[in-house]
């Protein structure tokens, strides 16, 4: 064995084994692609074994999609009936094709099965004829469209058998992916490429998933080349790892559509004035939080004042916002309190009933990215003259105190998808708005209400073309930037840490193909594109 | 009396050192002789299990020895000082010339071990070319000198009664036909039926064997009945010293005979018992002179202030070995 | 009531409460698995899976917590531990079965070395009252009142890394399968090494200190003067009359150890990734998996109660006094 | 000390003891554990006894025969297994509280082992200010009540002793305070456990003396026990003598310890050593066929001390022997007085 | 006094002196405000920072000496509660007899069984908030079993001890017994059982800070200062000084406290007192060692025999 420990220098590791790292503690055996619980998805060795019918790449928001199982599908003009050709030549691992049944099984089970369905996809019917599937829904998909694109296939022989797919571990698994199980121990999941895959065989023979027990180990793993693949939060990055070997060594993490940012509880005075969270948006120095928060790379800056991500939700920016960057302005800050009726009493932010401004940033104890950023947050508030007090809470504690709207400010995140419309639903939809005490909210944590953009979003969401949509999105726009419920620091992230010492071919800033993350459905597409480092 | 066998010659034992150092056993000399019980008497407190540990240098901390000699004649002539040994010397000597019986022989055993392993032990240390079958003969032939029937070898020791433990030690000392048997109070703790069977089978030994005994007890009526001589200790001195007889007949120094004037006689007219006044000196305190004239009935001038020597009366046509400190009765 | 039947009513108390506590403490941290587990994603799931997950979980059905409890005594009783939600559906059992071995082997081996190790130790210091042995007392207090999991990442920076044959992480080298190969056992040990060492320096001055007191105070016993007046060779008056004696009260330390192998250190698992329980139990609470915590707590509070067992045992085998007479 | 009232009868019994038996439960291990067979220490059956004003009275015997354990009975500090403990005539069973406080300021024990009895972080002064207290006997001057308890025992100057730890006493002294703490309660009766076992010859005397001159100067009931049978001559005004938890004689202490009725104390008598009987320690036929002293917890049949009995009959072996009165004061548990025998 | 004359236990005195001494006045003489952030990101110790600063530039030092108060605050309050708590269950339930006894003894086992660390944490996911004073009643709560233990068996072996047989024929009260003539010979076992749960406490809440509980507000404790160092990797960074200087003070202050223990020892123990002298000088000028079962001879009779 290679106990050396050392660099991935070994000669019989080199060249046809990956090794990916993952930091999430031994893992039983459990091939359930189905469920985030199993090893396969959180390791990332079920995005190997089992296909999707078309890859869809979020970092792009133009052009992401490309024909996987399915060579071609086609939407309904109102989103609301899809019908998927499926490609031919397809072989499950155990020899069997994979036909148009098989799909139309598997929709059929997530449809079935309440507890297979974790993206909550409301299906209507679905139908196969020759090589064709056809889903049928009550309303439009468009907002849900890459959930349904993404959908897996799970051999219909295979499955029908199991008595309950959803408590099935699944020993054996049989899919359509260039990949077969080969061994598996807690500690590390191997997977070897098949023979008679339906592309070309991968360059990459066998692929080793290591499950690291947690981001320190990740990090050492990675630091001295035991794992070549990961997604791991690691402080201080060069210091840590891009360091030990600049020259193969890379992180790459393209921010997608998505957000974290401190949300105020809109029910709260003095919070539920738009003035002041914009005045507070002006102060929060994003820089210190990107670089000393986020070490840099993690979560990437969020600098438009929109929230929305840039560049890969550039196009969706309305024109009046495209250049609209956020920059620290603690005197244009201080002068629109002052002009909106607040005080200052020596340092001290006065609201206009005389009140000193105060708020308390809660955040779970053990989050030290969050803490950081909320420390920074503290201190940038104290420059316009609000005290904050950062309460580390307990985990289990901060996650109720959301749920039931108990909080003044909290660090936070919403929801990502093909488009800004994840972003401002799980911000300012109406319809997920609860009450104050009221618990089990899904998104909305801020109590955010607005009927405008409720509208919007539903229109957004409803929409039979795309100008309806561009005119939604950019009312959306409007009302954020007027109201600026959330102050969005910080962007999603699909990236990963590798290393290109072994294996080329990586998506990186010039070749955006796919996200960087091991655990993804692209994670299939990258692994098809390395090739051996000569 | 025969030849000598050990002789202890100013032996000072110490317990602690320096400033604080108390002196419990001072300038002691004293002679056994071959095949003979020297009774050992005193107060409790008086030093005589310090003497006895002291001259086999068993002392555990903070005792220490301050000087003196014991030496050893061993069979062949030579001599040699217990003192001087180095631990292996010491190791040798222990058990095969010299054994010891300790004060609370009920806690000598120890409670893990087989009486078996415990007696075989000594004679494997001893004689290490010895079979396994001989050595658990010789432990056989040990109990049933002590009247112990040989089955209860395989017994640990809490699975005997007091007297059994005192008597498994007792055989266990002289497994090594040793020269010389150091008993300290082997019975205090037993009632006299038992007391008597212990010490009527070590009389018998003792003839047979032809050791020697010192013999420790603060009890007089026992001590005057079971030996041959007898060594009065006080303040850690030897005071008095004669054939058991003649003590008991004509005790010389007034605390041999305060001793002896404050038991109860079983038998006979109930006499008058007197007692000794006073208490015990003080060792961190000793009077000056005598250390008995505070306490001392027939103090008179020259004891608060002068040490009296151990040495042969002048004024009394004693048989031979007849020794006392005590300025009734100057020495030659 | 007999001797025998008391203690083992005594056992079942101990073990009903413990289980009792084990169940209902778990339950009243706020919150549920599926919001812990949509919260430590982060994100990276959608907030649409929480339905689906409920539903997956079987906690959509408002049980109350009296009839949970009545459902998880009949599920115990027909030795069913469950199914994990961190792992669903892999059955608790599972998870605790590929995990123990690496916790006994560790953690179990390296309580019996450091008492083996302290003990001998103790008992040297204890003998050489005075000597320079004297001086390991202070210095392992010292050891071990450090933390463990400082110990062990200082261990990970300093012994590990691209140039030391030390692994920092895992239970044995991801390129090798468990199986009895001279590979993988060859393997297991060297990762065994650091966290073993960990371990050892951390537990070992405790035995040394209990194992030197109690020799000082059997030093000076009778028994020992007896043995050393016997001419009994030093090594074994020290052995055999000296340390014999003075490890019976250590010996239900011991035991009470023992049973704490797989409580007791979480924390080096955690730090050296060791595939081993007290990792899991640490997961199980971050996700509040209830199956997983009980099932884990079952086995210390079992093991604790074998331990206590053994402990009886081992004193009745060591202590003749305590045996049955006769 | 004012004469005590009610006493029961103009004898002067303070305390009496009727058919005491204690039987200790014996700890099962093993395969006993599962059997039903109950295994007990019969450490004392069926004793009979009686303490007077004014009067010693001696308990010797063997060591566990059982002497402690009936001395601790007659204090309540055992629950016993049958018999009866009459205070002036009334029967008594007191476990704790009030009642058993109230038994105690009458009734006091001195503990066999000083070393053992008196706590070693306290100092004299507080373990017989304790007893005063309790009692109410301090009085005004609390001080005062010391010194005198001191002075009783011979412990002068007072001033010496009362802030003394008990380790910083010699074994004498402690005797002496354990022996002034039972006397602080102001008791009729002391139950002396062998309160000079561990003294030498000197100092054991002293000790005695004290004793007795509070019997005759405070009119104290004593039960002194002790296995040194020539100071229960020289001691008591009477003597009972023990074998394996039964009494097997009793009388008047001279008569007893010169005149001995029982084999076993005669045994008893033979075996203590005598300084007039100087050359003569030699080991005689009797001493070797003395034996050990039986089990307690599976006792022989018939008379206890039958197995070790030279004068042994058949009937010894069977029979359990009552108490025969062999003349006035003086009886025997032993089938070689019964006058009734064919 | 005497506890000073053993060298170990004033070594011990004095360091625990230190820290006590830093626990009360560590927040005024800490350079820094131990949470403001500085330009000096990660720095290694320097004339302005002594033991360097944080990822987000505030300094080691500050956050040390303002963390003491909190450590040394819990461990005291928990071993407190502790001790009390195995004080009473331990001894009553040792000195009493049965039913209620029996219930005591077989509380304490269930407290055992029940692992400390996860119960901890659990409990403290329960509370609302996780202050300093909430750490250490939880700590305490927990930790006293190991403790009533041992005082239980120590009681029982206690009970049957003559003095308090004695103590009771002379009349006393049961609490009286309980708390006079028991507990203070019981000293020793409760010394250093109080100093054994401080030093677990302490150890019990720098893990729970490490681990990210009782983190909260703006208190700092050695705890939270690895806490963030463990979080940013420190040690893989190379800044040792952000790591190495807590886990230091912990094994000092663990040490003082074992250190202290054996002044405690000696202090009540009439056994291990005194003697401190191990080794004797002999006339000769060598040095020997006292030991058990070979006296050490000073000097010898005659000067003049060879
Ligand atoms: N460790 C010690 N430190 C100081 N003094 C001690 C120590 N051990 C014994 N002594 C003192 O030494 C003196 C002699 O003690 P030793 O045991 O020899 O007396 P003894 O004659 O055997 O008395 P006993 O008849 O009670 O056994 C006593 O006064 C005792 O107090
Ligand atoms: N608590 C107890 N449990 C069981 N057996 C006991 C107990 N106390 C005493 N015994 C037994 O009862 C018997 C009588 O003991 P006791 O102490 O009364 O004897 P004793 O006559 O006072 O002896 P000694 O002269 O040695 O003091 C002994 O066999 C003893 O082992
Ligand atoms: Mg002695
Ligand atoms: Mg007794
Ligand atoms: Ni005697």
Partial sequence: ?534 | ?332 | ?326 | MSDPSGSASSTGVVLEADGLTKHFPVRKRGRELLSNVVRKVRAVDDVSLTLRRGRVTALVGESGSGKSTVARLLAQLYPRTAGDVRLHGESTTVRGGRRFRAYCRQVQMIFQDPFASLNPVHTVRYHLTRALRIHGNAGDDLEKALADLLTRVQLTPPERYVDKFPHELSGGQRQRVAIARALGADPEVLLADEPVSMLDVSIRLGVLNLLRDLKERLHLAILYITHDIASARYFADETLVMYAGRVVEGGDSETVTQRPAHPYTQLLIESAPDPDQIAGYRLSEKDRGTGEPPSLINPPAGCRFHPRCPHVMDRCRTELPPRFDIGADHFAACWLYDRAAP | MRFVANPKAAIGLTLMGIFVLMAVIGPWISPYDPSTRSNDLVAPPSAAHWLGTTHLGQDILSQLLSGTRSVIEVGLLAGVVASILALLVGVTSGYLSGGGAETLSALSNVFLVIPALPLIIIITSILPETGDFTIAMVIGLTSWAWGARVLRAQTLSLRNRDYVEAARATGEKTWRILLFEIMPNLTAVIASNFIGTVIFAVTSEITLAFIGVNTSGDSWNWGTILFWAQGQQALAQGAWWWFVPAGLAIALLGTALALLNFGIDEFVSPRLRGNGRTKVKTVDGDTVRMRVGFTPVLGFGRRDTP
């Fill in chain 2, 1 to 332: 009396m025969s030849d000598a066998v050990l002789e202890v010659r100013n032996l000072d034992v110490n317990y602690g050192i320096g400033d604080e150092a108390v002196n419990a056993v001072h300038d002691v000399s004293l002679t056994l002789h071959r095949g003979e019980v020297l009774g050992l008497a005193g107060e409790s407190g008086s030093g005589k299990s310090t003497l006895a540990y002291g001259l086999t240098r068993l002392l555990p901390p903070p005792g220490v020895i301050a000087g003196g000699e014991v030496i050893y004649h061993a069979e062949n002539g030579e001599t040699a000082d217990v003192m001087r040994m180095t631990d292996r010397e010491l190791r040798a000597f222990r058990w095969a010339e010299t054994a010891i019986v300790f004060q609370g022989a009920m806690n000598s055993l120890n409670p893990v071990h087989k009486i078996a392993t415990q007696m075989t032990d000594a004679i494997k240390a001893h004689d290490p070319g010895s079979t396994a079958r001989s050595r658990l003969d010789r432990a056989r032939e040990m109990l049933a000198l002590v009247g112990i029937s040989a089955d209860r070898l395989d017994s640990y020791p809490h699975q005997l009664s007091g007297g059994m433990r005192q008597r498994v030690m007792i055989g266990m000392a002289l497994a090594l036909d040793p020269r010389v048997v150091i008993m300290d109070e082997p019975t205090t703790a037993l009632d006299v039926v038992i007391q008597r069977q212990i010490l009527g089978q070590i009389i018998a030994l003792r003839e047979r064997l032809g050791f020697s005994v010192l013999f420790i007890t603060h009890d007089l009526s026992l001590l005057v009945e079971f030996s041959d001589r007898i060594a009065i200790m006080y303040g850690g001195r030897i005071v008095e010293e004669a054939p058991a007889v003649d003590l008991y007949r004509s005790s010389l120094h007034p605390y041999s005979d305060g001793l002896l004037h404050s038991f109860p006689a079983l038998h006979g007219p109930r006499r008058e018992l007197t007692g000794i006044p006073g208490s015990p000196p003080d060792l961190r305190a000793m009077p000056t002179g005598c250390a008995f004239h505070p306490r001392c009935p027939k103090v008179f001038e020259p004891c608060a202030t002068d040490l009296p020597v151990l040495g042969v009366p002048r004024d009394v046509t004693a048989p031979a070995g007849r020794t006392v400190a005590c300025w009734l009765h100057p020495t030659h």
């Fill in chain 3, 1 to 326: 009531m007999s001797y025998l039947l008391k203690r083992i009513a005594f056992y079942l108390f101990t073990a009903w409460a413990a289980i009792t506590i084990n169940f209902f403490i778990p339950r009243l941290i706020p919150g549920d698995p599926v919001q812990s587990l949509i919260t430590r994603m982060r994100g990276q799931i959608t907030s649409d899976a929480v339905q689906s997950l409920y539903v997956l979980f079987g906690l959509n059905k408002g049980d109350s917590l009296v009839s949970q409890y009545v459902k998880y005594w009949g599920q115990l009783l027909r030795g069913d531990l469950g199914v994990s939600f961190t792992f669903f559906p892999s059955q608790v059992g599972e998870v605790i079965g590929q995990s123990l071995p690496w916790t006994l082997a560790l953690v179990g081996l390296t309580t019996v070395i450091g008492f083996l190790i302290g003990t001998a130790l103790g008992t040297l210091a204890g003998w050489r009252r005075g000597s320079w042995m004297d001086a390991v007392i202070p210095v392992t207090t010292f050891l071990s009142s450090i933390p463990y999991f400082w110990l062990g990442l200082i261990a990970i920076a300093l012994f590990t890394g691209p140039d030391s044959v030390l692994p920092a992480a895992g239970g044995f080298d991801p390129g090798v399968v468990p199986s009895w190969t001279g590979g993988f056992i060859g393997s297991a040990l060297l990762h065994g090494i650091l966290p073993a060492v960990t371990i050892l320096i951390s537990c070992m001055s405790g035995w040394i200190l209990s194992m030197r007191n109690m020799m000082v105070t059997v030093a000076s016993e009778d028994y020992v003067t007896v043995a050393h007046a016997k001419g009994l060779p030093e090594r074994r008056v020290m052995v055999r009359y000296a340390a014999r004696n003075a490890l019976l009260p250590n010996v239900s330390g011991f035991a009470l150890s023992l049973g704490f192998i797989v409580g007791g250190t979480l924390l080096v698992e955690i730090v050296f990734s060791y595939p081993g329980l007290g990792y899991q139990l640490f997961q199980a609470v971050g996700t509040k998996d209830y199956p997983l915590m009980q099932g884990i707590f079952l086995i210390i509070t079992l093991s604790v109660l074998l331990a206590n067992f053994v402990a009886d045992l081992a004193y009745m085998l060591l202590d003749p006094r305590t045996r049955r007479e006769g």
């Fill in chain 1, 1 to 534: 064995a290679c106990g050396s420990g050392g660099q991935a220098t070994t000669p019989h590791a080199s060249n046809t084994v990956l090794n990916v790292g993952m930091p999430n503690g031994p893992q039983t055996q459990n091939n359930n692609p189905f469920l985030n619980t199993s090893a396969a998805r959180s390791l990332g060795y079920a995005r190997v074994i089992y296909e999707p019918l078309v890859m869809f790449n979020e970092v792009k928001a133009t052009d992401n999609t490309k024909p996987w199982l399915a060579t071609k599908w086609d939407w309904s003009s109102d989103y609301k009936k899809i019908t998927f050709t499926i490609r031919d030549n397809v072989k499950w691992s155990d020899g069997q094709a994979l036909t148009a049944d098989d799909v139309a099984y598997t929709f059929q089970l997530v449809r079935d099965n309440p507890g297979l369905n974790i993206d909550g996809v409301k299906y209507k019917d679905v139908s196969a004829a020759g090589n064709q599937v056809t889903l049928g829904f009550d309303s439009s998909q468009y907002v849900f469209q890459k959930k349904i694109l993404e959908q897996f296939v799970v051999p219909k022989h295979i499955w029908s058998t199991y008595a309950n797919p959803a408590t099935e571990t699944v020993r054996d698994p049989v899919g359509s992916g260039p990949y077969t199980l080969k061994t598996f121990t807690p500690q590390t999941v191997t997977v070897a490429a098949r023979a008679g895959y339906w592309q070309d065989a991968p360059a990459v023979k066998e692929i080793r998933y290591t499950s690291y027990a947690d981001n320190q180990a990740q990090t050492t793993a990675l630091a001295n080349g035991q794992a070549e693949w990961s997604f791991v939060f690691i402080p201080n990055y060069q210091a840590v790892y891009t360091s030990k070997d600049p020259a193969h060594y890379k992180i790459w993490f393209p921010p997608v559509l998505g957000i974290h940012g401190l949300w105020f509880n809109t029910k709260t005075k003095p919070w539920d004035d738009p003035t002041l969270r914009k005045a507070v948006n002006m102060a929060v120095n994003r820089d210190d939080i990107f670089t000393q928060g986020e070490a840099g790379y993690f979560y990437p800056k969020v600098d438009n004042i929109t929230g929305i991500p840039t560049p890969v939700g550039t196009p969706f920016l309305d024109s009046a916002y495209q250049d609209k960057k956020v920059t620290v302005d603690v005197d244009g800050a201080r002068q629109l309190l002052t002009g909106k009726g607040y005080s200052y009493d020596g340092t001290t932010l006065k609201d206009p009933s005389g009140k000193p401004v105060t708020i308390t940033l809660t955040v779970p104890s053990g989050w030290s990215d969050y803490v950081t950023d909320l420390e920074i947050i503290k201190d940038n508030m104290a420059k316009i003259g609000i005290a904050a007090t950062v309460d580390k809470a307990n985990q289990d504690a901060w996650t109720k105190a959301l749920d039931t709207g108990d909080y003044q400010g909290a660090m936070h995140w919403t929801n990502n998808g093909p488009t800004p419309y994840d972003i401002y639903q799980g911000i300012m939809d109406g319809a997920l708005f609860k009450p104050v005490g009221t618990g089990g909210i899904n998104g909305n944590y801020g109590r955010y209400e607005n009927a405008e953009a409720t509208q919007a979003l539903a229109d957004f969401a409803g929409a039979a073309d795309d100008a309806t949509r561009t005119r939604a999105m950019n009312t959306l726009q409007k009302v954020f930037v007027e109201q600026m419920p959330v102050v969005v620091t910080s962007a999603a992230n699909v990236g990963g840490e590798y290393s290109t010492k072994n294996w080329i071919g990586w998506p990186d800033d010039q070749n955006q193909y796919a996200p960087a993350q091991p655990t993804l459905e692209n994670a299939l597409d990258v692994v098809m594109r390395l090739k051996p480092a000569s």
